[in-house]
């Protein structure tokens, strides 16, 4: 299942600078998206999300981008803290018009923030 | 801040014998659903139970997997005769209504299948 699609398993980020996660899906009926950060040896914790209506939403140091034309979405993380190193997993679903509770998970990208 | 919680945290069984998974979801959530992660996959999903009943589920969840609400504060998965390939991380998640709502997950339930 290659609906949503992290397509880099790492990056490495200096303390301080900007982490940005990159997520793509190739299902239009897509019209929530969700991050997720996951320590090893724990479950996914909800970070933020966005419902297509939007094209960015921001909680504190997290902002997610949505780009619906290019089924793009992104997040960003300003600074980065070494506390932020973990897998990110970006996920989404369809939760209007024929929702489904389904969520797609991408297969995650694992952020370093060296300090 | 309310959580979800899963027991056991590490369960071993013989292949071909039942197991069952156990999880307490966020209280005032009404949506219940089960997940798991192979090593090296994606986390899949199960499936969504409402209102004591299931509401959706994947072609995984085939008729050796079930799912019960007990009572009110517990949620079960029940694999009736495991396979080998039946060895993942299980996660139980909550959430409090349909539409815009996250997921909420717990710390999940390793599976391995002897």
């Known amino acids: 299942d290659q609906q949503v699609k992290q397509n880099s398993p790492s990056l490495s980020v200096q303390e301080g600078r900007i982490s940005i996660l990159n997520c793509d899906y190739t299902?239009?009926?897509?019209?929530?998206f969700l991050w997720y950060k996951k320590y090893p040896a724990e479950g996914p914790t909800f970070l933020i999300s966005?419902?297509?209506?939007?094209d960015k939403n921001e909680d504190g140091r997290f902002t997610v981008f949505l780009n619906k034309s290019a089924k793009h979405l992104s997040l960003h993380i300003v600074p980065s803290q070494p506390g932020d190193s973990a897998v990110y997993f970006c996920a989404a679903r369809r939760a209007y018009g024929g929702a489904t509770n389904k969520l797609i998970f991408g297969t995650g990208t694992l952020l370093a923030v060296q300090p | 801040e309310p959580e979800v919680t899963q027991t056991p945290s590490h369960q071993v069984t013989q292949m071909g014998q039942e197991v069952i998974l156990r999880c307490v979801p966020i209280s005032n959530h009404l949506y219940f659903y089960w997940y798991r992660q192979i090593l090296g996959q994606k986390v899949e999903f199960l499936v969504s139970?409402?209102?004591?009943?299931?509401?959706?589920k994947s072609e995984i969840f085939d008729d050796q997997f079930s799912v019960e609400r007990p009572d009110g504060s517990n949620f079960t998965l029940k694999i009736r005769s495991t396979k080998l390939e039946d060895s993942a991380m299980y996660f139980c998640a909550s959430s409090e209504r349909q539409g815009s709502q996250p997921q909420h997950f717990g710390d999940g339930t390793r599976l391995s299948i002897l």
């Open positions: 966005i419902s297509s209506i939007k």
């Open positions: 139970f409402y209102n004591n009943e299931i509401s959706e």
């Open positions: 299902n239009s009926m897509f019209d929530y």
